[in-house]
């Protein structure tokens, strides 16, 4: 089953109506098994995300994936077992990024579509795009993607065999596919400084007032949380990467003003061309004067997801921040972690010590609900202390009202 592929075409991606994926993990020496499991716990929501119901998934341990085939022979023949067993499976999702060469193989090894970690999220982002800004940006990510692939993804003229008159139209197309690929990036590129002239444009007429950016993993509750501070209706989703453009509002407490904005979640292996790709939307944190680091406390991962945001902040040269760090969903986490037969005082004093590590291990917290609002007040007053101290810092000499 040979892929087309039709310069000009925004990626398919997955398709509106359901799809029956399988899931396809490596266990190597870098991933646990344990990892492994909780790696596609996640690939699942974003495929669930993406509008694909999983049917099964699959994980192989490995050294390291095959250059042809990423898996090995034997386990491409079981999930064609499968897949021949359930025929409505029309997708083979994978948790890591495949070269075009390994993505053909499989196809014509599997006879279904072949997606993989990076193009899912591009295909969410894409579906999830709505402003002009954030349709380039993806744009832009998903043609850095295609093109190291474009020698893979090209298989309407015969496959390259040696001989006098067999290579030269071949790699012709090719490099012409190249540069139209390369032209396009370079018109989106220019397209997205002119996007972000103006976006500084506005960020220098907001004046003197203090920028407060909140943060985090995708789907941790930062929009329901934007929401409640800032009295606005910003969309907010049971679902990864519902927000993709930087919403900015004018907060007022206690007659002191400040900028509130709710910038795109990060995720574990985000493509490196969409960070690139969105790096003038996360102007915003870069440039913002406190950050509000949103952690969904329910979470099994948690921990790992706050290493991944706070890579991502070091990657952004945003990680020297005045940062607050707010465990959202508590009220989720007791549900999860405590016993019925528990009485108040013991859970009061197991939720002190979560503090007391949490506070040790990454520094100055809240613990809150936006859903219930418990611990509202006492985020309002961390917030307000921190943005008076940024006030005094930045402007020492002007007495104000506040």
Not at 85 to 114: C, M, P, W
Not at 252 to 277: A, C, W, Y
Not at 315 to 327: N, R
Request: with cysteine; hydrophobic share 40%.
């Amino acid at each position: 089953m040979a892929k087309e592929w039709t310069l000009g075409e925004k990626a398919a991606g997955l398709k509106k109506e359901t799809e029956y994926a399988l899931l396809v993990g490596l266990i190597t020496p870098n991933v646990t098994e344990t990892q492994a499991h909780e790696y596609l716990d996640e690939l699942e929501f974003l495929a669930l995300t993406a509008g694909a119901v999983t049917m099964k998934r699959f994980t192989q341990r490995l050294p390291h994936p095959e250059h042809t085939s990423f898996l090995g022979k034997g386990k491409v023949e079981e999930i064609k077992a499968y897949i021949d067993r359930h025929e409505e499976v029309n997708v083979v999702i994978f948790d890591d990024d495949l070269s075009g060469k390994q993505t053909n193989y499989l196809e014509e090894a599997l006879k279904v579509k072949i997606v993989d970690r990076s193009s899912l999220i591009l295909d969410i982002f894409a579906a999830r795009a709505q402003t002009a800004q954030a349709k380039a940006q993806v744009e832009l990510a998903q043609m850095k993607y295609l093109l190291p692939r474009l020698r893979g993804l090209w298989t309407h003229l015969e496959r390259q065999r040696g001989g006098i008159g067999m290579r030269g139209p071949g790699e012709t197309q090719i490099e012409t596919d190249r540069r139209l690929v390369q032209n396009r990036v370079k018109a989106l590129e220019l397209k997205l400084l002119d996007i972000d002239r103006q976006f500084q444009t506005q960020r220098k007429t907001r004046g003197e007032l203090i920028r407060v950016a909140l943060v985090g993993y995708t789907n941790v509750g930062k929009s329901t949380l934007m929401n409640l501070l800032s009295k606005s209706e910003v969309l907010a989703e049971n679902k990864l990467f519902a927000t993709l453009d930087t919403t900015v509002r004018k907060v007022v407490f206690d007659r002191m003003p400040f900028l509130l904005s709710d910038t795109v979640g990060f995720i574990r292996k985000l493509p490196h061309h969409l960070v690139e790709s969105f790096k003038s939307t996360l102007d915003e944190v870069r440039e913002c004067d406190i950050l509000l680091h949103v952690v969904d406390l329910s979470h099994p991962q948690y921990e790992d997801h706050i290493r991944t945001v706070q890579q991502t902040l070091l990657d952004l040269g945003a990680q020297d921040k005045p940062t607050l760090m707010v465990y959202n969903k508590i009220d989720r986490y007791r549900e999860t972690n405590y016993d019925d037969l528990l009485d108040s005082d013991t859970k009061r004093h197991l939720e002190q010590e979560l503090a007391e590590y949490l506070q040790h291990t990454y520094g100055d917290l809240v613990i809150i609900s936006a859903h219930s609002k418990e611990g509202i007040d006492q985020l309002r007053e961390k917030m307000d202390r921190m943005i008076k101290e940024s006030y005094v810092v930045r402007y020492p000499h002007q007495a104000k009202a506040w």
